[in-house]
């Protein structure tokens, strides 16, 4: 008989470190996934998704058409459900509640791209930044408007010269003489929301006032309010994709904002952008992982209708094939976005919620989390919708059908939120920075694999269960990740980060193993919650995705050492790396049948 699955909140688990999963063996049931979903944060989920089927779906010709005033109500009504108000504190009209609700409202609320778009700017970066930064006068005077949505809020950091490089911003701000103004000069590029906004945190460079570095500009955020003079909002930016959303360029000519407008401390800005977008990397995980879920479902009914050769197009094997790798690309997502965020809100558990550096902190402890999640979902979501195009066939080219505008609004995400490549750098140099540190004990860790390396080949550890096989894959992973990463940091040094192929190699190993891992805690929480017979889809699914991983990860660990060795060196490296990697292949072709039938029968993606 299966054992009951009952919902358990992040808090109660025990805090696992950022970066672990590499090192460590994570049991499920410390590990938070959508089976976890407390009866409140199932509630919130539906009447999410019910507001983006009902309110915001019906109206996307307006939405993409630029109509502010139905975006504006839209925003409104969000925002007397309380979709807006999850990450501000109680005592400035929000709902203060945790990190996982705010991410099941960023996956449920988009269905709509454009519109995703818009709200994740201001319930993120248009907002949070006053949550973590502002004094108390600007929380009184700002989050109950942001909470309410009487304001919507914009984030201005990039500029024309400095994209992913924000540290090299020219926008200046310099300090009145009486010390009771700023005035700032510039201009801002890419401002999301920027054509309705009412409240930008704009960062420039500005004056370090006292102390050892006094005189030195560094990044420094300020609060500007629409209106305020010598601030010009350009012409909207004509996009390739999320075309309802507002995107113009900012101008600043001496523009005059009250000293009091400064956020945070001036040369803090670096900080505030960055912890900021560790947050906005996860909640553009979960907001692709819901996309992704929306254009499956379209892709699946399509499948169904569609006639071929006298029979559904859904019963054609290639047409199984992308359905069953669509269905696992959700489940994956699914379970390393709410496994990320779960850790956080279970680190943030005994923090006290006011002190707003010990949350940054906690937060900023899962970096290289966070931008797994960015990159991983980013690219599932891309290969979701253009294989739902190529099931549309020639209608998904056509504007009338579904797949043709998800297609165009996928690609934004691989740049938001710090371009993927940046992040493939963040996550093999948080990782390596970790280690010297010795904050975590990835040195030691690949000793130990090297010493047994040198003992020879040693007896698989006896498992059991229906993914047993894929526990012993995941061990492989995790050491095959580990001497790569090992031999090219024997290479370089601290010189790696020179190394951007390398360094991107290295990144990719790692967020296999962590998605791998991922599904295969989820699938096993299920086996526990259902039994074996409930669970066969995840199992399968786990087994897919655990066997594509695999693969990949073998391929980058070929590269990096045909990248640091040669010679014998080579040839000894790949003997070895010959000897991790060996697995007996599963029947994926089985395995994605019976996802994919499973899917159609329900007529959605379901487990």
Known sequence: MAATMLPVTPADKKIIPGGSFLISNPGSQNCFFPEDFTDEQRQIAQTTAEFAANEIVPVSDQIEAKDFAVIRRLMKEASELGLTSVDIPEEFGGLDMDKSTAAIIADNIARQGSFSVIFSAHVGIGTLPIVWYGTAEQKKKYLPKLASGEFIGAYALSESTSGSDALSARTRAVLSEDKQTYTLN?????????????????????AIPEGPKAGEEKLTAFLVERGTAGLAIGKEEHKLGIRGSSTCPLSLTDCRIPAANL??????????????????????????????????????????????FGKSISE??????????????VFVGEALSYRTVGMIDAALANVDKHDTAAIQKAIEGYAVECSIVKVWDSEMLDRVVDEVLQIYAGYGYVEEYPA?????????????????????????????????????????????????????????????????????LLASAKKVTLFAAGAATQKYMAAISDEQEVMGAIADMVIEVYAMESAILRAEKIVVGKGSAGAEISVAMARIYAAGAMEKIELCARKVIAAVAEGDMARTQFTILRRLAKHDPADTIALRRQVAQHIVKAGRYAL
């Open 186 to 206: 510039g201009e801002k590029m890419w401002i999301t929301n920027a054509g309705f906004a009412d409240l930008f945190t704009v960062f420039a460079q500005c």
């Open 263 to 308: 956020l945070g401390e001036v040369g803090k800005g670096a900080h505030i952008a960055f912890n900021i977008l560790n947050v906005g990397r996860y909640k553009l995980g979960n907001a692709a992982v819901g996309a992704a879920r929306m254009a499956l479902g379209n892709g699946i009914r399509y499948a169904k209708e569609r006639k071929a």
């Open 316 to 329: 054609f094997g290639l047409i199984q094939e992308k359905l069953a790798d669509c269905a696992v690309g």
């Open 404 to 472: 043709e505008r998800a297609y165009r609004d996928s690609r934004i995400n691989r740049i938001f939120e710090g371009t993927n490549e940046i992040n493939r750098l963040i996550i093999t140099g948080w990782l390596i920075k970790s280690a010297m540190s010795g904050k975590l004990a990835l040195m030691p860790a690949i000793k130990q694999l090297m010493d047994e390396v040198m003992a020879g080949p040693t007896a698989k550890e006896d498992r059991e269960g229906p993914l047993a096989a894929e526990a012993d």
